[in-house]
């Protein structure tokens, strides 16, 4: 069995999969509890991650991947993982990373200043030296990244995974999960645009097996509704609809509206057709859309996300597959929120309840609906 585990950060991404053969792969890392604050619900993301390892009898992590260098998605790493590039951020206590995940973007990108910048330094260090990364995507200002630094494209070429490719050491067969690279893509980066951190973000299909049985996760990480209707442009046009299908989505962007449509709507956010079409290819009747937020609100309150007309259509494409759709703030319930974990077997995916003995809880900021959480 493997198993998929969220964390309650507000608007923050943290997700580990730990595969049946004993593997640990994090995605982002945001530490967002303040400990000054003893009304703050979020977990203590540190004491989390430590402990699960601890219980495994470990010091490392398989993979840590950062989607990208967005606050929201690796606040606190720097205290918490051993980084190779310096002394200060190595020690008894910390978490070794045996291979970093980054785009393309993390490496070339200019004018970062605080955590950003010491994650970027860590993923220059380990491309300069050949070893313990994966960058995904091959763009021009990579190769002259590289070109400045005296080191051969051709050298690195191995380190490297363009979208449209599956991630290489993890195969159905050998580790029972294969990873199929959706973005970021090298042509958008080389025509011109202004490098953009959501948009140039890393977003997979992680593919399971179990007793035959496939389960599909979706990571989005937080794509526009733009850069996800391009995604489903490219691989339909490359006949590679089943790199699109999923049991488990993590929808994009703390559910904002701007990941379906580029209108917020009055009481529902109206997806474009690419992305209504994506949203329509969960491949089992219950699947699970998850939303790493905070709760849903019942008005409009400002132009951050989670917002309560994107909610309103994730809901409703729950309720017509008798599917879920889980905000982790709200998870099991609003009050006392707990890490969100999703067990994938031979009957795919299905929410752990822990000590709800197994009944579908209804939680969330505005009158539940059957069969949803959030």
Not at 60 to 89: M, P, Q
Not at 108 to 121: L, M, T
Not at 227 to 242: N, P, Y
Request: glycine share 6%; proline share 4%; net charge negative.
């Amino acid at each position: 069995m493997h198993k998929l585990t969220f964390f309650p950060l507000g608007n923050a991404d943290c997700c580990r999969i730990d595969l049946s053969g004993g593997q640990k792969l994090l995605f982002d890392y945001a530490a967002m509890r303040d400990a000054d604050d003893e009304d703050d619900l979020r977990i203590d993301l540190a004491a989390a991650i430590l402990e699960d390892l601890e219980a495994a009898k470990r010091d490392s992590l398989d993979v840590v991947a950062f989607t990208h260098l967005d606050d929201d998605h690796i606040h606190g790493a720097s205290e918490l993982f051993h980084l190779r590039h310096a002394e200060k951020y190595q020690g008894e206590g910390r978490i070794k990373i045996d291979t970093l995940w980054v785009p393309a973007a993390a490496i070339v990108e200019e004018g970062c200043e605080d955590e950003d910048k010491i994650i970027r330094a860590e993923a220059r260090y380990r491309l300069k030296q050949g070893k313990g990364i994966r960058v995904f995507s091959r763009p021009d200002k990579l190769k002259q990244w590289l070109e400045r630094e005296k080191i051969p494209f051709e050298s690195r070429q191995h380190l490297i995974t363009d979208a449209g490719r599956t991630v290489p050491g993890f195969t159905l067969a050998d580790a029972g999960v294969e990873f199929f690279v959706h973005s970021p893509f090298a042509s958008r980066l080389n025509d011109g645009s202004v490098l953009d951190r959501n948009i140039d973000s890393l977003a997979l299909q992680a593919t399971f097996s179990v007793d035959g049985k496939l389960t599909r996760l979706l990571t989005l990480s937080d794509l526009d509704h733009m850069a996800l209707s391009d995604i489903v442009d490219i691989t339909r046009g490359k006949k590679r609809d089943d790199r699109l299908a999923w049991d488990i989505m993590k929808i994009a962007h703390h559910c904002s509206y701007t990941a379906l449509g580029p209108d917020k709507g009055k009481e529902k956010t109206e997806p474009i057709p690419n992305v209504r079409w994506l949203c329509e290819q969960a491949s089992q009747p219950k699947a699970i859309a998850v939303s790493s937020s905070k709760l849903i609100p019942d008005e409009d309150s400002d132009k951050q996300p989670p917002h309560r007309q994107a909610a309103a259509y994730y809901r409703e494409q729950a309720t017509n597959r008798s599917g879920e759709f889980i905000v982790t703030m709200a998870h099991p319930k609003a009050a006392a929120p707990e890490q969100l974990v999703i067990e994938i077997g031979g009957s795919k995916a299905k929410v752990k309840r822990g000590y709800l003995g197994g009944a579908a809880v209804i939680v969330g900021h505005s009158a539940p609906r059957a069969g949803l959480n959030g």
